[in-house]
């Protein structure tokens, strides 16, 4: 499953360089990854319905989770297609030999 996703990242950076003007929909791709958590996340909604304060404290501990590690993840990509969108390749020649070495392991 890593290797997979490294490979959609490594999709991601080649296409966003190819094409930089779409590199911010290219990485919009993502999104993909969080189709396995719908489920959960519909039952869960439900479950917030039903019982609002028992779901109150895992919804904020979730919400603090998705700031701290995801958030970071996700603003890294966008600066990386919107540097490439404007000419700069730093960023996208740095995250490329990260996910190669990942996929090297």
């Given amino acids: 499953m890593k290797e997979r996703f490294a490979l959609h990242e490594l999709w991601v950076l080649d296409k966003s360089e190819s ?11 993502f999104w993909i990854w ?8 519909i039952f869960y909604s439900f479950l917030m319905v039903t ?4 779901t109150f404290l895992p919804s904020i501990v979730l ?3 998705l700031a701290f590690f995801v958030a970071p993840w996700f603003f890294r990509w966008f600066f990386i297609s919107v540097g490439l969108r404007f000419g700069k390749n ?9 996910i190669e070495k990942r996929l090297m392991q």
């Fill in 19 to 29: 094409f930089p003007f779409f590199a911010p929909i290219f990485v919009f791709t």
């Fill in 63 to 65: 919400g603090m989770a």
């Fill in 51 to 54: 019982f609002p304060l028992l």
């Fill in 90 to 98: 730093g960023m996208a020649s740095e995250k490329r030999k990260e």
């Fill in 34 to 41: 969080s189709l396995p958590l719908l489920p959960i996340l």
